[in-house]
């Protein structure tokens, strides 16, 4: 029996487990709305406040599930307005499948209405995209789509289908047997070298990135590092992969990472860098980071070896399979003395960087926080100071409880990011960590909060400044504070009481309690905005292309 | 050809798009590209592309990785420097008279280049060959006045049996 494009869509959609689809209608994508509406009993579909709440959205649901996230967009302004949202997948490699519909086909390059070359826009933020001319393609398309979305390393995709696509008639197919997975092929040569750089070395160091958390690699992780009796310290993207209070983890490194994984990373002799690509974030300075040591690079990604930093030995592969592999082919080592030198390192951490115990700052902020939000919460942030301070602060403990904008840095992904994260996470209770300069972003999808009556909390960090951009301009750019002091009169708790939900406000430790009580008491969304001194520091901090010994501690 | 330069033979899908997606990785990535010719192969699913670019070992490898990672991209190959025929052909359009026309057609004999166009006052000449001939002709057409000038990019193939086919695992 012959169906619509539209339907097609929603057969697939459905043949590849999709439950949840975030997205905005709109001219072009009329069709498939009205199949989604046929299939509301089946796919839940959530409508944002703007497009690019709908691409956080499906890339945070992607992370928290490890599912495949969707997004529906329209034609022109709809498809453009997903574009940030599908480079913060692309550069965090989530997967998520982004379809957009797209003007009739006699009309794609008469400059339509609503009409984009959304393919060429995208070319160089996904891993492969198309639009869809024939309807016979449709199927096989949309289902590649959702294969490369989600194989090897991971990333978004595209599918762009004209109207008349989605109004032609064809023959659904169930379909054929899955493709098989990629297998990598390691010569043999390759964990013979891993095996004995391992064994030979005196001072190993793991450092994990967000490859571990998207492989569900943490088991293999561990073993790894007990059999190697080696620390571990992680990039942002890395964390949750080990719980923050596992004897052997030392926290984040790199720009904004805990003074002790730097240094004890700095000391190292060997590196194992698993699923991770060294961004200029996490290094710093290149060749003085790996002086003094070798590295040992796993990746499922092939062109990620020797890209940023040049690796002695490659594993290519899953995380999690080359692990295993590893673990069972490498002897046990007892590294007594190294052992002992990490601790005193971790122990000798420097004072300064601790913030007074007694007043309201950032880390008594996330630490109350922390105290107060279940275990199985997801915790979000958006981009810049509030988030440095999360990932320093928050003890994170589950894999996949994470969800923060890594490679790409979006201002603005917080919010959609939040309702994404809690509907992967089956409405449970979800924190967003937030700013004024990012919230500003992207607020309204504090109404689409509001609508769904999802249990976010939302903590604004609120210092009347940009404040990532000020720290810059105060430690390089001679305090000339341009265009970051905000002049903003934005009462929060009523903008928020406006959209329908609950807002509060503290300026101190003891306002706070009572606060977090109530916001994780409540069943819809909360707003708790909290004041922080706008000279307050992310500390420490390896400038921009510097090294351990740049180190600045104190501001 | 200089020595940081090097040719890779890219089999990929014969779509629309494909040859952006290339491009466009080289420009994306900040790659050197000297020359991109382009054309279906004796499989119409099929184009080959060939690339002449520039850059040390760690740019090169990055290169090919890269463009193994497009779902487009079928195969990528480092052409030999050696054991490779690679051709570049060239249309030249001379604007002269018949009387400025003396040692043009020697030349054209020598270099074993054709003379494919003939007005009164004009010469269209087409050569064939390696790189370095075809720039050695247009260095001595030079003096004569060069109106128009062409070049379709290198191509290259191996010599011997040895072809590219895609991997039957791709």
Known sequence: MKIKGAELIIRILLEKGVDTVFGYPGGAVLNIYDELYKASDRIKHYTTCHEQGASHAADAYARVTGKVGVVLATSGPGATNLVTGIANAYLDSSPIVAITGNVACPAIGKDSFQEVDITGVTMPITKHNYIVKDV??????????????????????????????????????????AVEPQQYRNGKEAFVQAVKLISECKRPFIYTGGGTVSSNASKELLALAEKIDSPIGSSMMGLSAVSHDHPRFLGMTGMHGKLAASRVLS????????????????????????????????????????????????????????LKKLVNEL??????????????????????????????????????????????????????????????????????SFVTSGGLGTMGFGMGAAIGSCLGNDRKKTVLFTSDGSFHMNMNEMVTAVSHQLPLVVVLLNNNT??????????????????????????YVKLVEAFGATGMRVSTLEELEPALEK????????????????????????????????????? | MNSDEFILSILVNNEAGVLTRVSSLFSRRAFNIDSLSVGVTDDPKISRITIVARGDDHVKSQIILQLEKLHDVKKVELMP?????????????????????????????????????????????????????????????RAFGIAELCRTGLTAITRGPKTLKPDASV
């Open chain 1, 136 to 177: 016979s393609r449709l199927a096989s398309v949309l289902r590649e789509a959702f294969d490369i979305a989600a194989s090897g390393r991971p990333g978004p995709v595209l599918v762009d289908i004209p109207k008349d696509v989605q109004q032609a008639e064809c023959e659904y197919e169930p379909a054929e047997d």
């Open chain 1, 267 to 322: 000391e190292a002799d060997l590196l194992i860098a698993i699923g991770t690509r060294f961004s200029d974030r996490a290094t710093g300075n290149k060749v003085e980071y790996i002086k003094g040591k070798k590295v040992i690079h796993i990746d499922i990604d092939p062109s990620e070896i020797s890209k940023n930093i040049p690796a002695f030995v490659s594993l290519i592969g899953d995380v999690k399979s080359v």
């Open chain 1, 331 to 400: 002897p046990p080592c007892d590294r007594r003395d190294w052992h002992q030198e990490v601790e005193k390192i971790r122990n000798s951490s420097d004072r300064r960087l601790e913030m007074p115990k007694d007043e309201l700052n950032p880390q008594t902020l996330i630490q109350a926080v922390n105290r107060h939000a279940p275990k199985d919460c997801v915790v979000c942030t958006d981009v810049g100071q509030h988030q440095m301070w999360t990932a320093q602060y928050y003890k994170f403990s589950k894999p996949r």
């Open chain 1, 466 to 491: 940009l404040g990532m951009v000020r720290q810059w301009q105060t430690l390089f750019f001679g305090c000339r504070y341009s265009n970051t002091s905000l002049e903003r009169r934005t009462d």
């Open chain 1, 519 to 555: 916001a994780f008491a409540a069943k819809g969304p909360v707003l708790i905005e909290a004041a922080i001194d706008q000279d307050e520091k992310v500390l420490p901090m390896i400038p921009p292309d510097g090294t351990i010994k740049d180190i600045i501690l104190k501001a």
């Open chain 2, 81 to 141: 420097q050696t054991g490779t025929v690679m051709r570049e052909l060239v249309l030249i359009k001379l604007n002269i008279s018949q009387e400025s026309r003396a040692g043009l057609m020697e030349a054209v004999s020598v270099f074993r280049a054709k003379v494919v166009d003939l007005t009164n006052d004009s010469v269209t000449l087409e050569i064939t060959g390696e790189r370095s001939k075809c720039n050695a002709f247009v260095e001595y057409l």
